[in-house]
């Protein structure tokens, strides 16, 4: 079987014959951060931000050029910066800009961008000086000194770089003259661009403000926010933790560390309570030398932290900036904020609470608009054959008889077309072995026997305890068909138990299975070795803690994932390792078959997820965007997405096909542990250390719902086999089943709500809620619903 098609990467170049190639011009953005190239155009005139582009606007007619060609000139290292191609003179206004940019760069002793700039323009040396031109004496002179007057004005010291990521490395670019009030301290600068490396990073902290103003800055800033009326407080007061945090590095880059301490001290304490553990780190920071190494500071540079404003609140806060003149925070606003502004209501307190919390904000409104098949795939028809009355008698006391009609519903469900599901052959699955269909064939008889679950209908639980562990249980799983668990532990071995009374078998040594008749019917019993049945079997190879585990749906194989940077593949039949994958560089943390088994995913400390097929040594994916651990992954139940939850608080979903994240989810207050699809695809609950469990609805990239009740970390989650329930394990050593029907009925999904994130989460929690069970002193680690519906749990007794 063909896998997945490994990536290509495809630069395509489409070049126009006339003129010389120009970096793409910023598009005319609205403030909504529409800007080309991921850089934010919220400057206060819309489009006239700090946007790397070219150097003047359109000739002519004043539209915005083509941008035929996204290609930008790259310098070398050392080379003169080579400025974006001017277009032609050909309005007054456009050569006055030329002429300001031009005495601009020439007083500012860049003489090399002078060069390029009027080459590329075809400006003779005489417009410069007023020979031959008739539109640069008089008025036009003036107007030209008017406009590089303006310049200066507003560049009151070196320019920091555009952050890495939002333009061609190494292409050095004249960011573009406003036409309305210029941005206060950006407007007129020579950006170069250069590869995020740290000391790049950083210098874009080398301001200078003066370092006792900052306090005042940002109390005058708090005291105009909390003086605004309450439906902009709420949202506007969302800037306080992003600027607190760019001040305070500002000021500690710079060396001016008794201010930065005494700013920390004074406000750090009006920083919501989710982002105690990001201050604490920073608190650490307190010399220039410390912020090279650190990842959390890098992470927070580089990626711009995205706030969800209205355009009233916006308009209120650009307006106060401009009047205080406050170009210290319009810095740092326009450099490292993505504002993503919405027309409407602005949103309320419990909203934006509801959503925010993850180290970069929350996520823009574009990462969810992306069409996501979240149906499920159509099965094989496979003909059940039907059994004998009597042994159906003897296995369920003749109960079963009355639910016989159920069959055929099994049977007729899946010749419907889900029309959410993917195409069939979207990606290559393997085929059914013969095998596999012997086992579905015993899944819809298992089916037929399903209890109906439900609010008056509560499953039965069986808890696994893992007893003499020492707290190094790490890592549970149990097969579909609940015959095996495995368990991975810290002294990085896998363990795996039979829990039924068929013993484990290893396969006859090759000297005895020459002597076998191949031909018997019988033959798969006769090469198993009934010298070797026992009830637990130890695979030893990894070397470090085992952090994963997962069965392969046919039963053959397992996967364990370790703090040695390895994924391993284990056989079922020989109870050796068959391969060792290796990408990781670092722990990783969990790993996880797909439902049609063949592929497998594994996320890590490297804050990337992989996907695997058993078959390649190397990933055929690597699934990359995260900024921090990547501690949970799941795959959806169609197999073309997979899930992954992560320490900066949020949980995003892949596309299998190509790699794109599709959606971005936002709201935990704490690092991600458990994940979990609800059976019909279109649903998705995750846990985190802060004990909530919120539920996402997939297909409009919305929550829609909540569930407290957990005190500490919930590890683990799973859906009852038709979605009825919810089932969730925590850290506080309890089970609690909620109800998912009534969670998901009546939901408001409606155009606005979609378009704007005003989600209304209701306060429902304890009707929710069918059941606490607790355990003596075990946290839960691992839920699985058998296939009739009860439910298993496992985790390891921790004596007080």
């Keep these: ?100 940019v031009l005495q601009f ?65 190494g292409a050095a670019a004249v960011s573009g003259l406003a036409t309305g009030s210029a941005a206060p301290g950006k407007v007129g600068s020579v950006a170069v661009e250069d590869q995020p490396d740290v000391s790049a990073v950083l210098s874009a902290y080398n301001q200078q403000g003066d370092p006792t103003m900052y306090e005042e800055y940002y109390s005058g800033l708090k005291h105009f926010i909390e003086c605004s009326l309450d439906c902009h407080r709420a949202e506007l007061s969302q800037l306080f933790y992003p600027l607190f945090v760019h001040m305070y590095l500002e000021l500690v880059y710079n060396q001016h560390e008794n201010e930065a301490k005494s700013f920390f001290e004074k406000f750090h ?25 650190n990842e959390t500071m890098l992470d927070f540079r580089t990626s711009k932290f995205v706030l969800r404003i209205s355009r009233d609140s916006y308009q209120l806060l650009k307006r106060h900036l401009q009047e205080k003149q406050n170009n210290q925070i319009w810095n740092i606003v326009q450099e490292h904020l993505y504002i993503d502004i919405f027309d409407g209501m602005p ?151 039979s829990v039924t009374p068929k013993k484990l ?35 030893y190879g990894h070397s470090g803690p085992v952090y994963g585990a997962s069965f392969s749906p046919d039963r053959n194989y397992l996967l364990s994932s370790s703090e040695d940077g390895t994924v391993r593949l284990w ?36 804050r990337v997820a992989r996907l695997w097929a058993t078959d390649h040594y190397q990933p055929l994916r690597i699934f990359a965007g995260h900024l921090a651990d990547v501690n949970c992954t799941r795959f959806h139940p169609n197999s073309n997405y997979v899930a992954t939850g992560s320490a900066d608080r949020t949980v995003r979903l892949w596309d299998v096909l190509n790699g794109n994240c599709v959606r971005i989810f936002t709201g935990h207050k704490g690092p991600i542990h458990s994940l979990t699809f609800s059976p019909n695809g279109r649903f998705l609950a995750t846990g985190a250390t802060d004990g909530r469990v919120l539920l996402w609805d997939i297909g409009h990239g919305l929550m829609v719902g909540e569930l407290k009740g957990h005190t500490d970390t919930v590890c683990s989650l799973r859906f009852s086999r038709d979605g009825e329930i919810l089932a969730s394990g925590s850290m506080d050593n309890t089970v609690r089943l909620w109800d998912a029907v009534k969670a998901f009925e009546d939901l408001e999904t409606d155009d606005f709500t979609t378009a704007t994130g005003h989600i209304n989460l209701p306060e429902n929690s304890q009707e929710l809620l069918l059941g606490t069970y607790m355990t003596k002193s075990t946290p839960v680690v691992h839920l699985h619903f058998t296939r009739r519906n009860l439910v298993l749990a496992a985790g390891a007794y921790s004596p007080q």
């Design 571 to 606: 056989s079922l039949q020989t109870f050796t390792c068959l391969v060792g994958y290796k990408g990781h560089n670092y722990p990783v943390w969990d790993t996880q078959f797909s439902p049609y088994g063949y592929y497998f995913v594994s996320g890590g400390h490297d």
């Design 505 to 539: 078998r290893s396969v006859k040594q090759a000297a005895d299975l020459s002597l076998i008749d191949k031909e018997s019917d019988d033959v798969l019993e006769r090469i198993m070795d009934e010298k070797t049945a026992s009830e637990l079997k130890i695979l």
């Design 347 to 497: 949103r309320s307190k419990q909203q934006i609470d509801a959503m925010v919390g993850s180290l970069a904000g929350e996520a823009k409104r574009e990462a969810n608009k992306s069409k996501v098949f979240f149906g499920l795939l159509k099965e094989p028809e496979i003909e059940v054959p039907l059994d004998d009355e009597d042994e159906e008698g003897e296995n369920e006391e003749g109960k079963p008889k009355k639910k016989k009609p159920k069959k055929d519903s099994i049977g007729s469900k899946s010749k419907k077309q889900d029309p959410n599901a993917p195409p069939q052959n979207r990606i290559p699955l393997p085929e059914l072995k013969d095998s596999d269909k012997l086992d579905k064939i015993m899944n819809m008889k298992e089916t037929t026997k399903r209890v109906r679950l439900g609010p008056d209908c509560l499953p039965s639980i069986c808890f696994y305890t893992f007893l003499n562990a020492y707290q190094g249980l790490t890592a549970v799983d149990v097969t579909d068909d609940s015959s095996l668990i495995a368990g991975g532990f810290a002294d990085s071995t896998v363990r795996v138990w």
């Design 1 to 100: 079987m063909a896998a997945l098609a490994e990536e290509q990467t495809e630069v395509a170049v489409k070049l126009e014959p006339e003129g010389p190639p120009t970096l793409l011009p910023p598009q005319a953005g609205d403030g909504a951060g529409e800007g080309g190239g991921g850089t934010t155009n919220n400057g206060p005139n819309g489009g006239g931000g700090n946007v790397a582009a070219a150097s003047s606007s359109a000739g002519g007619d004043g539209g915005t050029p083509k941008p035929s060609v996204a290609v930008s000139a790259v310098a070398p290292a050392g080379a003169a910066p080579v400025p974006a191609a001017a277009p032609e003179a050909g309005a007054p206004h456009d050569r006055q800009t030329l002429l300001a």
């Design 105 to 169: 760069l020439r007083q500012s002793n860049l003489r090399e961008a002078e060069e390029a700039l009027r080459r590329e323009a075809r400006l003779l040396e005489e417009a410069v000086a007023g020979t031959g031109a008739p539109e640069a004496d008089g008025a036009g002179t003036e107007a030209a000194s008017a406009l590089l007057s303006r310049v200066t004005a507003s560049a009151p010291g070196p320019a920091a770089p555009d952050p890495p990521g939002t333009g061609a490395s």
């Design 269 to 293: 304490g009006d920083q919501e309570c989710y982002y105690q553990d990001d201050l604490r780190v920073l608190s650490s920071l307190t010399k220039k030398e410390h912020m090279k190494g």
